[in-house]
């Protein structure tokens, strides 16, 4: 299992517009091999911000590698350098990727 998460400092204020974003977006992800869920999560609060993540659960790195370079990766991604002046300032940076390898997992039983 492959997790992949992007992290999002969203300008205070801003967050349900973000959250708009993301909610009328087509992401392409429910025909993709390999893909199991996705969950767009709310954080912390900080002065300026509040964090968000982006989490898709993969089946494999492999699965989770063959979306980046696959067609329907581009076109759920074809605007993310493009946003609007009013959707950058939704923005406090660009967003941190970070990938996980499952060692291991604990389901209920």
Known sequence: MYIAMNRFRVAKGAEADFERV????????GTVPGFIEFHLLRGPEAEDH???ASHTL????GDFEAWTK???FRKAHANAGN??????????????????????????S
């Open 70 to 72: 696959s067609e329907a």
């Open 58 to 61: 993969w089946r494999s790195h």
């Open 83 to 108: 946003r609007s002046e009013g959707q950058k300032s939704l923005y406090l940076g660009p967003p941190q990727f970070e990938g996980f390898e499952a060692v291991q997992v604990v389901k209920r």
């Open 22 to 29: 993301w909610a009328e977006r087509d992401t392409h992800l």
């Open 50 to 52: 509040t964090l968000y």
